[in-house]
Nanobody, 124 residues
């Protein structure tokens, strides 16, 4: 089992940057695929990016490709989401999630563990 705690959200102007962090508890962090999802008001939760257990493979939603980068530091049990060139449409609550599997899924139901979320607000 793993517990996840996100941090790093906040208010930023369009074009700015933020880095989200997700700290995981537990000794089996390296066995989990990690993902970032987001949910804007009135919308369904959507996949943003995912990273394999080793960090060697990543996957991103088309809407964030070239702007967001996911990475992980297994020595620190932490996964990151570097967000650059932020747009107002990136405004959402961002969630970290974990699944014990061999591939990165874009489906939220396939992730077993979730953090509480961190708010990101991008002003125009």
């Amino acid at each position: 089992q793993v517990q996840l705690v996100e941090s790093g959200g906040g208010l930023v102007q369009a074009g700015g940057s933020l880095r989200l962090s997700c700290a995981a508890s537990g000794r089996a962090f390296t066995t989990y695929v990690m993902g970032w999802f987001r949910q804007a008001p009135g919308k369904e939760r959507e996949f943003v990016a995912g990273v394999s257990w080793s960090g060697g493979s990543t996957r991103s939603a088309n809407s964030v490709k070239g702007r967001f980068t996911i990475s992980r530091d297994n020595a620190k049990n932490t996964v990151y989401l570097q967000m650059n060139s932020l747009k107002p449409e990136d405004t959402a609550v961002y969630f970290c999630a974990a699944r014990r599997a061999s591939y990165i899924s874009t489906v939220d139901d396939e992730y077993s563990y979730w953090g509480q979320g961190t708010q990101v607000t991008v002003s125009s």
